[in-house]
């Protein structure tokens, strides 16, 4: 696998931040600012704000929510039935005795992730609810018959 070709540039940026960055770059263990700022830019292109409606990602919803308002994890559980063909797996944590945290793990096209993200924060009862994403590329390898299935398909190895 090749290597990208660098392309070197200048950042200026007051005393103090530059203070304020070394101190993070030495909490995350970075080996030097290039490789900070590499992770940073990276992070920043792919918030979701950021991809175009087409755009095939994967991806978490982490949602958090009170599960003695009413008929809310009956809604919850609706909609995800209603996007199935978009959610891989789901992880579902009690947190006390009111609170649920849960992480949706999604794959599709930007248009319909929102809207199921969208569809999950508006509900009365859910606290939190934040879609991440990174970009994923069509699998060549699934056969045409089982595309509308990404978790559910079936690869060829021949």
Do not use: W
């Not at 982490?62 to 009956?74: A, E, G, I, K, N």
């Amino acid at each position: 696998m090749e290597k990208d070709a660098l392309t070197r540039f200048g950042v200026s940026m007051p005393e103090e931040l530059a203070k304020q960055f070394d101190q993070y770059i030495a909490d995350q263990g970075y080996s030097n600012r290039s490789e900070a700022i590499r992770d940073l830019v990276r992070k920043e292109l792919l918030k979701p704000a950021r991809q175009h409606e087409g755009q095939l990602v994967a991806g978490t919803i982490v949602t958090v929510y009170d599960h003695h308002v009413r008929d809310l994890p009956l809604i919850l559980m609706d909609l995800q039935h209603s996007y199935h063909h978009e959610i891989i797996s789901n992880l579902h944590v009690h947190l006390n005795r009111d609170q649920c945290l849960e992480v949706i793990v999604v794959r599709g096209r930007m248009s319909r992730l929102r809207k199921l993200h969208q569809a999950i924060q508006t509900q009365r009862g859910v606290a939190y609810a934040e879609l991440s994403v990174t970009y994923t590329e069509e699998d060549e390898h699934v056969r045409p018959e089982n595309r509308d299935f990404p978790h559910g398909h079936v690869h060829d190895h021949g």
